[in-house]
């Protein structure tokens, strides 16, 4: 039909068309043809809704779907109608006449809805349906600016899996997986308004991926744009060529994985393709091979380098002879390559003309048959060298087919193997043993000699194939000088000085044990009876299979005696004429493992000293910066002691006292742990010891409930100690002891006693409560510095380490008894010593009235200087101070002393500088100087006092010790005098 004809045709339809038209508010404004004939738009009262439900009661089916009679269904067409924006709804009518319904907006704001008659219309459509329907290529319309899909055909739907309830309000973007493929294909059509053969991916309702190639354009219909698309799916076509190009890659891959090389040439003799192993094997011209080669420049390039062994010098030959032979089947043919390589070469020729060439590397072939050459050259050379005598013989008759020159030594020139052996039946044992394995080692028999003796021996034979034959190959081993050897052995495992023992693995049967292992067992049969657990044998074996050997396992075993010990087992798993044996020895670590445990007691005391050097370090650095302060407030409290006379002031100068005498005390207990020897040693009587610090510990504990008694024995001998020291370890091992009870509310009974040692020449002293006891955790801790139990605030953790410092500085030692029950209990061992007696240093009663003597003080520490000058000042001495060594010297040399009293520790010139001057300068002066200080525990000041063996104090001072030492001094002066 012609454009003309179909235009008139659509004005003809327009012609039957009818309408009617509502204003914004949906009241009727205008109507014509079929709507003039409704009731509701006769009356002119009725609404959008009213007239539109009454004219579609006309109406059997709307878009192929019939609809019901009920008014539900009307109003839902009303609503499909009202919001179809312009596209035609097409309906039929109850007597079979077809209407297109649509809406379009009115100039007023409201809407006119048309009723066109389209039987005639739809008439002719139906062949371009019936083409549509039926044609087998995919179609689809779709509009270009919403996308939506107005018509599908049923080979587009097929195509995308759409099912017949999904094919209204689609969208053409469903069809794409992937927005932007769909955005550029409109871009184009919007820009030519038609593409063709255009491939995109594609995909169905069911998510499948469809690859097709498309063609669409844009046409103008009713004043829409609709884009009609056809595609071609290519899904079978792309997988054909998938497959094709996989088939070509598995092909590629197959070659390229062949391990021999392979080259393809065609008609013309130019190179197609090759894998690696191709070039590998032509590496010397592997810069040439390039698709396109030629193989006559590949033969002559390889001549001309020097590739192959056989064209050496013979190039021109050897090419001309490859050009004129031309291509023909070649089947391994062997080349050998100047570099010493091997190929076996293949041509292959191919129905198209080319050829193709195989290479395979047979280096490692050709290497071996030389090899195999040069072998069995080399083996007849070392059978005939071995020191082994070896003879081939033929199993069924026993004729010798081969002997080599130790052979003939050992049995002569026998021509039969029978001869070797004592009797017909040893040589049919053999070989019957030979032949049920094909093979035997170490087969133990007596032979024949060359000179007709026998002797022991050991074959060693395997079942052959020689020309056809079945023979056999012995070796022999003369075991005369082996069995010798082994006798010798036993003679000397038998005399070892160490347990030795062979066992079966399996039974734990004794198979050999020497006269050592027997003194420690006992003549036991079985191994299973050294366990005192049997189970540690099984475990121990399990190591053992699993590690062939085993060194210095620590096990539980009973010697002769029925007695358990710990012992070590050394041991190696070996095959013993086909059973597995356990050969080992064994050591008894009782003694060691005494001697570790005292090594280890000696170590931990060896820690504990080592602390205790620390913590004295420490300590004696705080004593030090305490001494000179304390000195002052000592000494100054001391004198106005004696001074004073009013009851109040003395109160008063009494709580400055103790209070001063309490610090001291401390700073002199610190020293007491930090130096190595106690301060003053002497013969001390223990059980008074004891005595006094009982006293002086138990004073008012009876009203707290606490018993603490003495059990002293009599006659115990003195101790060289410092009885002072010795009183306080006591006293404060029993203050631990009452604070423990008094804290877990557990044990009222304290008790000190007194004993005699174990070897003699120590005393023991235990303190022994029945308290909560020391927990097993803490009590390898309890001697370390700053360690305690108690609650912050209670405790220093400093009375054990000061015991334990103390005790180890008079040689002794105190421990906490870790068996102890009930309780704790400590023992402290001190050294016995012999009695001695005390040299009389009483001052005489005329040092005292002396008067007059001049004394040098030197210290500079200003305050401590004067309180010493004092002192002596009241005692009539005439004193002079110097603050410093340097202005002690210059003292010297103006005036003559009587006395110098110096500090140790000064800037510049020091006590070692000023003494030093002194005997240098002033010799007269060194037998009345005396030293005092606060730092007895430095190494200078240590040295200085033992070298010079003066007499000194520590401070604090308090004036009656400072009036000892000058009196002491001076009465010395007076009796050498």
Not at 85 to 100: C, K, M, S, Y
Not at 476 to 484: A, F, R, S, V
């Amino acid at each position: 039909m012609s454009r003309h004809a179909t235009t008139e045709t659509d004005s003809a339809l327009e012609q039957s068309a009818a309408f009617v038209r509502f204003d914004s508010a949906g009241r009727l404004m205008e109507a014509n043809g079929e709507f003039l004939t409704l009731p509701s738009v006769v009356s002119g009262q009725s609404g959008q809704q009213d007239v539109l439900c009454e004219y579609l009661e006309r109406f059997a089916a709307i878009n192929q779907d019939e609809i019901g009679g009920s008014a539900r269904d009307r109003l839902r067409i009303v609503e499909m109608w009202k919001r179809h924006g312009g596209v035609p709804i097409e309906a039929r009518t109850r007597d079979g006449q077809w209407r297109l319904l649509s809406v379009s907006p009115a100039g007023d704001g409201g809407a006119l809805f048309l009723s066109i008659n389209h039987g005639a219309r739809r008439r002719r459509l139906n062949l371009a349906q019936l083409l549509a329907e039926n044609i087998p290529l995919p179609m689809w319309v779709n509009r270009i600016d919403t996308g939506e899909v107005l018509y599908s055909n049923p080979a587009s739907n097929r195509l995308y899996d759409v099912r017949p309830d999904a094919q209204e309000n689609r969208s053409i973007a469903e069809f794409f997986p992937d927005r932007d493929d769909s955005i550029e294909m409109l871009r184009r059509l919007e820009l030519k308004g038609s593409i063709e053969n255009y491939p995109v991916k594609t995909k169905s309702d069911t998510g499948k991926e469809i690859l097709v190639r498309g063609c669409a354009s844009v046409l103008d219909h009713d004043g829409l744009k609709l884009v009609v698309n056809a595609v071609q799916d290519l899904t079978d076509r792309t997988e054909l060529e998938e497959d094709t190009h996989k088939a070509r890659d598995m092909l590629r891959d197959a070659i390229e994985s062949l391990s021999e090389g392979f080259a393809l040439y065609d008609e013309d003799g130019r190179l197609v393709m090759f894998n690696t192993r191709y070039r590998e094997m032509n590496h010397a011209v592997e810069d040439l091979l390039e698709p396109g080669l030629d193989w006559e420049i590949l033969m002559r390039e390889t001549a001309r380098r020097g590739v192959y062994a056989d064209a050496i010098g013979r190039e021109d030959e050897w090419i001309s002879a490859r050009i004129e032979n031309g291509i023909e089947y070649i089947q391994d043919y062997e080349l050998k390559h100047t570099d010493g390589t091997y190929y076996a070469v293949s041509v292959h020729p191919t129905k198209l003309g080319g050829f193709v060439v195989t290479r395979t590397d047979i280096t490692a072939r050709k290497q071996a048959e030389i090899a195999e050459r040069d072998g069995d050259l080399l083996i007849r050379q070392v059978l005939e060298a071995s020191p082994a005598p070896v003879v081939m013989a033929r199993v069924g008759d026993g004729e010798i087919l081969y002997r080599n020159p130790a052979a003939i030594e050992l049995f002569g020139k026998r021509e039969n193997a029978t001869e070797y052996y004592c009797s017909i039946d040893d040589r049919a044992d053999y070989i019957t043993t030979l032949l049920a394995d094909g093979r035997v080692d170490d087969y133990k028999l007596t032979l024949i000699n060359r000179d007709g003796e026998e002797f022991p021996a050991a074959t060693y034979g395997r079942i052959a194939d020689y020309k056809g034959e079945e023979v056999v190959v012995t070796t022999t081993i003369d075991l005369t000088g082996q069995n010798e050897a082994e006798a010798l052995i036993r003679k000397v495992l038998e005399a070892c000085p160490v347990p030795v023992q062979m066992t079966n693995a399996e039974t734990g049967r004794l198979l050999f044990r020497s006269p050592e292992t027997t003194a420690l067992f006992g003549p036991v049969e079985m191994a299973g009876e050294y366990y005192v657990n049997p189970q540690d044998r099984d475990e121990y074996l399990d190591i053992l299979r699993k590690t062939g050997s085993i060194y210095e396992h620590k096990i539980q075993l009973t010697n002769a005696k029925k007695e358990p010990f710990w012992g070590s087992i050394s041991a190696r798993l070996i095959e013993f004429r086909g059973e597995q044996v356990v050969v080992s020895n064994t050591r008894d670590l009782t003694d060691e493992l005494a001697l570790q445990e005292e090594l280890t007691s000696q170590r931990e005391l060896l820690f504990q000293n080592e602390k205790m050097s620390a913590l004295g370090e420490l300590l004696a650095g705080v004593a030090h910066e305490l001494n000179n302060p304390l000195s002052i407030v000592v000494g100054h409290s001391l004198m106005l002691r004696e001074e004073a006379h009013e009851p109040e002031t003395i109160k008063r100068i009494e709580k400055i006292s103790g209070a001063a005498e309490r610090c001291a005390k401390i700073v002199k207990t610190f020293l007491a742990m930090a130096r190595q020897q106690p301060a003053k040693m002497e013969n001390t009587d223990v059980n008074a010891v004891i005595t006094t610090a009982v006293d002086v510990a138990g004073y008012g504990k009876k009203d707290e409930g606490l018993e603490i008694v003495c059990d002293l024995s009599q006659n115990m001998p003195e101790i060289v100690a410092d009885a002072d020291q010795i009183t306080q370890v006591i006293i404060n091992l029993i203050i631990n002891a009452e604070q423990a009870i008094l804290a877990a509310g557990e044990g009222n009974r304290i008790s000190v006693a007194t004993g005699s040692g174990k070897t003699g020449d120590t005393v023991e002293i235990t303190v022994t409560d029945n308290g909560p006891g020391i927990p097993k955790n803490i009590i390898a801790r309890i001697f370390e510095p700053f360690f305690t139990t108690k609650d912050v605030g209670d405790g220093t953790g400093i009375g054990l380490a000061f015991c334990h410092r103390i005790i180890h500085s008079h040689g002794g030692h105190i421990w906490a008894d870790p068996d102890f029950r009930g309780g704790s209990r400590f023992v402290i061992s001190l050294p016995a010593g012999a009695p001695g007696t005390d040299e009389d240093t009483a001052a005489g009663d005329s040092a005292r009235s002396r008067a007059g003597v001049r004394a040098l003080v030197v210290d500079d520490e200003v305050e401590v200087a004067e309180l010493i000058a004092e002192i002596l000042k009241k005692e009539g001495f005439r004193v002079t101070l110097a603050h410093s060594g340097d202005e002690a010297v210059e003292r010297l040399g103006e005036e003559r002393y009587d006395l110098l009293l110096s500090d140790l520790n000064m800037p510049s010139l020091d006590g070692r500088g000023l003494y030093e001057t002194i005997r240098d300068r002033h010799p007269y002066l060194i037998d009345k100087t005396a030293f005092i200080t606060g730092d007895t525990m430095g190494a200078a000041s240590q040295s200085l006092l033992r070298e010079s063996q003066r007499p000194h104090l520590e401070k604090p001072v308090s004036p009656a010790e400072l009036r000892e030492l000058v009196y002491g001094i001076l009465n010395s002066e007076k009796v050498d005098g």
